[in-house]
């Protein structure tokens, strides 16, 4: 793999992830002020002092802007990891061993599905205390159902096929057919479907912090910005549109990386030797 | 009478995208001519990428994904259809030539019924009226032997068997009255016993209509049969180009040669029945809906002897394997290994007993993980069996590729990276490696070219004088039963038909369909053909 054969569509998505997580990890250093410190008056036009103008309370736009990157994708990055963890785990046990383990995981996950993903987080957050870590367990827990879909389709296709019968014939564990034989071939398709996972939490992050359930304030994040600023469109005050704004395009970059690699590992398939 | 389909000097090149390099065109077809009368059959043979499928559609105007036709004419009734325009091109295309592919089952379409299939070229060429084709369609279904002519196209594709619907190809193909049918391979999908009826309704068909034919295939014997000419084809060059009898029974090429002196019989056989390895005993076996798939099948295999399993797809052989390695557990009967009897479901059985008997798959592409290299493929018996590890790992791997004939070179590849001989080795490495008392080898050579299946048989041949291993060989293939077994048993609707030691199965007195059986096995022999049909006892139970 080479930088040319990039398509141009991937080089954009690849650079505005790269500029993203290089404001989140360097917030303290590119910030030109602090995430919680009132350095204006409200909602003020940008100029040369304020970038992006200033929010609700007078705080730097741009600046909690890089900081709300830092919570934003933190959050996200960890909910998808946690929740692809948890997903592909239970699904390769449920398409490895089939039967009543299968049977059970499967009609647990259906119940969990058969709920309205934004309705039993609302409920599950508003009972449960409210800490970044349970946000990050229940957006795991829920967007896992997906992945459990996803996982126990592609490895059902792979565990009947004759190298896993051979490896089951060979005597082998459960675990090494899941990790050794089923894994590695399940890998693209789970990496992509991972990206766009990634987006969704995004956006479904964004989501419960716009309904007051997700990152508490004064802690700066794209969803919550949205909320505090949505106000000011009555004023014709666009402060609420730029978070919204960086929410789309990380969104939109993380597909563009995504669509790339769909391609690519369906190419590999694709192939045909004819003679 | 003038030469109506000529082709001169075609080349033919694809674009190949090599790792790490910059796509470039390779020729797959350098400089082939030949010529056809009208009336008569030419056939094309040659391994798998030898370019004769490419030839064969070229005679379509027709290039599958990458492939151009670069330079040469291809003329049909003295016209350049390589030069046509696109509208000429898809007059051409099911009207004057037409196209029978390989798998038929695959190339219908399984909503529409066969009569609309059969006839639509013609329709669709505005060739004759609705009534008319019907007509000449259910006049084709007669010629080709099909039954009940009047109504065999009022089915689905999936009411008919495999041998029907490669006749309904056929017919697909003749009715729009072409001047030159392209036959992909037509019978290479199916049983030797519905093969010869194809075959036999294929040549009639071609003689009734008066058209020509390109006929493809691997296999030197079909093509014996069926053609007035033979072109030999390696590597998108010609070998050897002559009439039937000029190719076979005078070939000048050494390749030519090989390729009709393939599997030469042993006539041996081991005699010795003392210390039996495997024994089943009145095994009866279903899957989940409970129709048995194998009926009381009883028979043992001595120590360092192979037992050839012979029979017809949906015989029940590769059932049996299943029910041998047990995946699939006997719903009755008994299955002893040394003596032992073993637990009918393998999670059941021990470490040592399944390292015992192992198996080798008709694929070998899907029966090796494609994300593992050689080395991990073969090494993982080694070190799950006998605990091997580091250098005394790497020694064995070594030791193995060098069993089968292999490089040390090749340890660090991915099986995709193989070719489909190499990739069959392999797996035969990774049986080997557990040291195994016996090999189940499921058709291991069926997907294989004439050549590189000699060398695996020739191989396994080796291991077997080498480490006394036995071999259960499940095949559709009389001649390699012919050259390694021992003990043959023929198997019918999952009951076993006839079971012995090679010299009595195979010698007379038959029942009648072991007759039919041995006398559906092609061999190379101008009129073969009409001399079987004659003296038939009965026809194929599944044509």
């Known amino acids: 793999m080479r930088a040319r054969d990039i398509p141009p569509s991937a080089w954009i998505g690849i650079i505005g992830i790269t500029v993203t997580a290089g404001a989140a990890v360097f917030a303290p250093y590119v910030a030109p002020y602090g995430e919680r410190e009132i350095v204006g008056d409200i909602w003020e036009p940008m100029s040369s002092t304020f970038l992006l103008g200033t929010d609700n309370l007078g705080r730097d736009l741009l600046s909690r802007l890089i900081y709300g990157a830092r919570t934003t994708l933190a959050v996200a990055l960890a909910a998808s990891v946690l929740s692809f963890s948890i997903g592909i785990t239970l699904s390769f046990i449920a398409a490895a061993t089939r039967g009543v383990v299968d049977q059970g995981l499967s009609r647990l996950n259906d119940l969990m599905m058969s709920i309205p993903t934004l309705i039993f987080a609302l409920v599950l957050l508003a009972v449960l205390p409210q800490s970044v870590w349970v946000l990050i367990l229940v957006m795991a827990v829920l967007d896992s159902t997906r992945v459990f879909r996803l996982g126990r389709a592609i490895a059902l296709d792979i565990s009947v096929m004759e190298f896993v019968e051979a490896a089951r014939l060979r005597g082998e564990r459960t675990i090494w057919i899941i990790f050794r034989e089923i894994l590695p071939n399940a890998l693209s398709p789970l990496l992509a479907e991972f990206g766009l996972r990634f987006a969704f939490s995004i956006l479904f992050l964004s989501t419960l912090s716009f309904l007051g359930l997700g990152i508490q304030p004064p802690t700066a994040d794209w969803g919550g910005m949205v909320k505090d600023n949505k106000d000011g469109i009555i004023f014709a005050v666009s402060a609420a549109l730029i978070p919204g704004a960086a929410i789309a395009t990380l969104a939109v970059c993380v597909n563009l990386v995504v669509d790339w690699l769909l391609k690519r590992t369906s190419s590999l398939k694709g192939g045909r030797d004819d003679g | ?543």
């Open chain 2, 1 to 543: 009478m003038a030469d109506f389909f000529t082709v001169r000097d075609l080349r033919i090149a694809a674009k190949v995208y090599p790792p790490g390099e910059r796509p470039r065109d390779m020729e797959i077809v350098s400089g082939v001519s030949f010529s056809l009368e009208k009336g008569k059959v030419l056939g094309l043979i040659g391994e798998s990428g030898a370019g004769k499928s490419t030839i064969g559609l070229a005679a379509l105007a027709y290039g599958r994904g990458g492939i151009r036709i670069t330079g040469g004419e291809v003329l049909l009734d003295g016209e350049d259809i390589v030069t046509f325009s696109k509208r000429d091109i898809r007059r051409l295309r099911g009207a004057r030539v037409a196209y029978v592919a390989q798998s038929a089952a695959a190339a219908f379409n399984p909503a529409h019924r066969l009569i609309d299939q059969v006839v639509e070229a013609t329709l669709l060429h505005r060739l004759m009226d609705r009534p008319s084709a019907r007509a000449r369609a259910v006049h084709l279904f007669e010629v080709l032997g099909l039954p009940d002519p009047d109504h065999f196209g009022d089915r689905y594709p999936h009411q008919v068997s495999g041998g029907q619907l490669q006749r309904a190809m056929t017919a697909m193909a003749l009715c729009p009255n072409p001047e030159l049918i392209v036959f992909d391979e037509p019978t290479t999908a199916l049983d030797v016993t519905t093969q010869i009826d194809v075959l036999a309704a294929i040549k009639h068909a071609i003689r009734e209509t008066g058209t020509s034919a390109l006929y493809i295939t691997h296999d030197l014997a079909v093509v014996t049969q069926i053609a007035d000419d033979i072109m030999v084809l390696r590597n998108g060059q010609t070998v050897e180009y002559g009439t039937v009898s000029q190719i076979i029974e005078a070939p000048k090429e050494d390749y030519t040669k090989a390729l009709i002196g393939v599997r030469k019989s042993r006539e041996t056989e081991a005699t010795d029945q003392s210390g039996t390895l495997l024994k089943v005993e009145n095994v009866t076996a279903a899957y989940g809906n409970g129709v048995p798939v194998l009926k009381d099948i009883s028979l043992h295999l001595p120590k360092g002897q192979t037992l050839a399993i012979v029979g017809e797809s949906g015989s029940g052989k590769s059932t049996l394997a299943r029910a041998i390695t047990g995946l699939l557990p006997p719903s009755d009967g008994r299955i002893l290994f040394d003596d032992e009897v073993l637990p009918a479901l393998q999670k059941r059985r021990s470490k040592d007993q399944l390292r015992r008997i192992q198996l080798i798959y008709q694929m070998a592409d899907t029966a090796m993980n494609p994300r593992q290299t050689v080395s991990q493929i073969i090494g993982r018996p080694l070190t799950f069996y006998f605990g091997l590890r580091g250098r005394e790992k790497a020694r064995h791997i070594a030791e193995l590729l060098d069993a089968i004939e292999m490089g040390e070179g090749f340890a660090d590849r991915y099986p995709g990276e193989l070719s489909g001989g190499q990739k069959q080795r392999v797996a035969i490495a990774r049986a080997l490696a557990a040291k195994p008392d016996l090999i189940l080898c499921d058709e291991p050579t069926s997907a294989l070219d004439p050549l590189v299946a000699e060398g695996i048989l020739d191989l396994l041949m080796r291991l077997q004088r080498e480490t006394a291993v036995s071999y259960l060989f499940i095949t559709h293939d009389i001649s390699i039963v012919r050259a390694l077994a021992d003990s043959v048993a023929i198997m019918l609707n999952g009951r076993l038909q006839r079971f012995g030691p090679k010299s009595q199965v195979l010698l007379p007195p038959f029942d009648d369909y072991t007759d039919l059986l041995l006398k559906s096995v092609p061999e190379m022999r101008i009129g073969w053909l009409e001399e079987v049909l004659k003296s038939r006892h009965i026809t194929s139970a599944g044509n």
